[in-house]
């Protein structure tokens, strides 16, 4: 099991920065893909940016150039840096890992997500 707790979402006004964290919990092997999520009011989950345990990339078209995804394998942490923040930028902003047990089976996980508004 894996547990994933976001922190750093708030209300800012749109041209501002945020930085959101996730820190990974639990029993598991190795944890593999790591990535942002984000949901905004009345649409569908959308991917923002993901990060491969070896550091490959992908961001979505949308926040490239803006946003800055990180991770750091000790210690089990996520990160998303957000800078020139937009309106259309505003929803909750979820974590999410690939996880491997130490049966070799992987499984996905969620934070429980956190709220980011922006003003315009």
């Known amino acids: 099991q894996v547990q994933l707790v976001e922190s750093g979402g708030g209300l800012v006004q749109a041209g501002g920065s945020l930085r959101l964290s996730c820190a990974a919990s639990?029993?598991?092997?190795?944890?593999?893909?790591m990535g942002w999520y984000r949901r905004a009011p009345g649409k569908e989950r959308e991917l923002v940016a993901a990060?491969?345990?070896?550091?490959?990339?992908n961001y979505a078209d949308s926040v490239k150039g803006r946003f800055t995804i990180s991770r750091d394998n000790a210690k089990n942490a996520l990160y998303l840096q957000m800078n020139s923040l937009k309106p259309e930028d505003t929803a909750v902003y979820y974590c999410?890992?690939?996880?491997?047990?130490?049966?070799?089976?992987?499984?996905?996980?969620w934070g429980q997500g956190t709220q980011v508004i922006v003003s315009s």
């Open positions: 990060v491969g345990h070896g550091g490959s990339l």
């Open positions: 639990g029993s598991f092997f190795s944890i593999n893909a």
């Open positions: 999410h890992a690939e996880a491997q047990n130490y049966g070799s089976i992987s499984y996905d996980y």
